[in-house]
């Protein structure tokens, strides 16, 4: 006994908790758009106390034609106009339900879009660690799945109860006339059925919560089918028919899951609902042999039967209602935890530093990724003045992009420092910080937009220049290929959008790369593997290219390729995180070192 209410105590408990969330929902939905707000809040106050009005008003029509019946000469006229009265009331209700609508849905529209923009605008204030982090990923999929919907539901939900519950006072006031235990038996009936509810409204939302990574895994199998990046190896690979089945036996799962949630909630649903249906019939009774007893009118059977049918509704629909709101601020936490997600200050204001002539320095620098037990770069030391050229070469998972990643402010290093012109690069303004960075990354972007934007992409001030454009493509050796398009820079690249062109890898990379001389304000210019997808001819043509960017730029180039490399002013080897070998082509040579070996092995391969 004492299990059970502990139970209902802690039921309680989470109903008024989550509750925190609807005064800002409320909130957010009046900054949305105050008038419909002002409008919806009216219309519901109306349409709440309309009904009681038709069922008064129906009172007096019965109790009018009665009346009549028993007189020699009837008073039609008079009966006549209470049903004119009446019509006028269900058209004014009409219309305040058909206001309701209209209010609702066009708040729909302007919420719908404000809480995506907030959930968008939160993204961009996050760093690269929060992508990376799966739990995060979770909170995000949740956020954008439900939460831009709820608010409205919310605050819908919150003036429904509102307005059934003005309707079920005025039928209070009216059947408190009849017996007080009418109106107790009215509000009671329902409450064993809104406890189920409530209950199964929380089990779902954790059921939503537990398996978010499953559904994601859903959406990502979606994706590398149908989606033309991931299609040519499904099909070449024949892994359709797995990928498939693993998408098919997550859906049974979650089905399962839902079923069984489902059974059950309706089981308990109907259950309790009998309560409901027999309290309603032990009252219709009761008023019946009330007016078989002369105790009161026929009209006021007729008003009493239909205040109880109603009130019955209402009750059924402020217990929905609060249950539905229940569920809503579940369902809610996930937005504002998502949107409450701290991301570290950045205290950093300068813009430039008090030494130029430093350029960029790299003091034992380690870094590990957030959860790692090991580094990913461990005492780190290096420096690149301005008109010098750094190569990086390492295997992969050396530590070469993370190292880039830490330069262009991705992530901050977890000891050490790295200072640009004498500044570290924490006192920086991020912003920028990166307006003086080019940077192309290996794993670079292949945006859904056109050619020009593609390459405008790289400078967002000046992203709709289309001289900047062509000079960037012109330095980016991707000119040749965009001049002969049907649209040149205007032609729509990708397959995901009508007249949509799709480029090869090596052209793709020339896109790129003109993307990062967008910035030609930028002194520092990284190079992630800039070749990787272009023929023997191109990648000449950019280590020429290369050379001659680095009279006044400080370059990075990481690159599989030593005879790309050989011509850098230094050139860093980095094993497991370290750096073990430095210098320049001919020096590292001498040393007969990892550097000989590995390129003496790509040598002899040409032969």
């Known amino acids: 006994m004492a299990d059970s209410k502990d139970t209902e105590a802690g039921l309680l408990k989470r109903l008024l908790g989550v509750f925190r969330y609807s005064h800002r929902a409320i909130q957010l939905v009046w900054t949305t758009s105050r008038l419909l707000t002002i409008m919806l809040a009216v219309l519901t106050i109306v349409a709440g106390i309309l009904p009681a009005a038709i069922a008064w008003v129906g009172q007096l029509i019965v109790d009018g034609v009665v009346a009549a019946m028993a007189e020699p000469d009837p008073d039609v006229q008079s009966v006549l106009s209470l049903v004119a009265f009446e019509a006028l009331i269900v058209i004014f209700l009409a219309g305040s339900q058909r206001g309701i609508s209209a209010s609702q849905s066009l708040l729909r529209a302007l919420l719908g879009q404000r809480v995506n923009v907030m959930i968008l605008e939160k993204a961009l204030t996050l760093t690269l660690s929060h992508f990376e982090d799966s739990e995060f990923y979770d909170k995000l999929t949740q956020a954008r799945r439900e939460a831009s919907s709820r608010p409205l539901s919310l605050v819908n939900r919150t003036f429904g109860l509102v307005q059934n519950l003005i309707s079920l006072s005025s039928f209070a006031v009216l059947l408190f006339a009849f017996s007080p235990w009418a109106v107790i038996i009215l509000f009671g009936a329902g409450l064993p059925s809104f406890f189920a509810e409530a209950k199964f409204s929380g089990d779902a939302f ?35 028919p797995a990928l498939l089945r693993r998408y098919r036996e997550i859906f ?246 009508k007249g949509g062109r799709e480029l090869s890898g090596g052209q793709w990379q020339k896109i790129a790369l003109s993307r990062a001389f967008m910035r030609s304000e930028a002194d520092i210019l990284v190079l992630d593997e800039p070749t990787a997808a272009m023929d023997a001819a191109s990648e000449a043509a950019v280590f020429d290219l290369f050379r001659s960017q680095s009279h006044d730029k400080m370059t990075i180039l990481i690159s599989h390729r030593f005879s790309t490399v050989r011509a850098a002013d230094q050139i860093v080897v980095i094993h497991d995180g370290r750096i073990v070998e430095r210098g320049d082509h001919d020096k590292l040579l001498a040393e007969n070192g990892t550097y000989a070996q590995l390129f003496r092995l790509q040598a002899k391969g040409y032969q």
């Not at 005492?379 to 050229?389: C, K, Q, V």
Request: charged share 20%.
């Open 252 to 497: 049974n799962k979650l089905y399962a899951e839902d079923r069984q949630l489902t059974i059950r909630r309706d089981t308990w649903g109907f259950v309790l609902g009998l309560i409901s249906t027999g309290a309603f019939y032990g009252a219709y009774a009761w008023i019946v042999i009330a007016t078989v007893n002369g105790e009161i009118t026929l009209g006021a059977m007729t008003m009493y039967l239909l205040l109880f049918r109603q009130g019955q509704a209402s009750v059924a629909a402020i217990l929905t209602a609060i249950s539905g709101m229940y569920e809503d601020n579940l369902y809610l936490s996930n937005l504002y935890e998502y949107l409450a997600q701290p991301v570290p200050a950045s205290p950093g204001r300068a813009v430039k530093g008090p030494k130029p002539q430093r350029g960029l320095e790299f003091e034992n620098v380690c870094f590990a990724y957030p959860g790692a037990k090991e580094n990913a770069l461990t005492d780190i030391s290096l420096t690149i003045r301005p008109g010098e050229s750094l190569a990086l070469v390492g295997e992969n998972g050396s530590g070469k992009t993370t190292l880039i990643k830490l330069l262009t402010r991705l992530y901050a290093p977890t000891d050490g420092r790295i200072l640009l012109d004498g500044l570290d690069l924490g006192d920086w303004d991020v912003e920028a910080l990166r307006q003086r960075i080019g940077v192309i990354f290996q794993d670079f972007g292949r945006y859904q937009f056109t050619v020009g934007e593609n390459i405008g992409a790289g400078d967002v001030r000046h992203m709709g220049d289309t001289a900047r454009q062509a000079a960037a493509a012109e330095t980016g050796m991707a000119a040749p290929f965009i001049e002969v398009m049907p649209d040149t820079y205007g032609t729509q690249l990708g397959r995901w959008f």
């Open 206 to 240: 954790r059921l939503f919560r537990w398996r978010s990574p499953d559904t994601r895994m859903q959406m990502y199998l979606e994706t590398v089918i149908a989606r033309e990046d991931g299609v040519k190896e499904v099909k070449l690979f024949q892994l359709g």
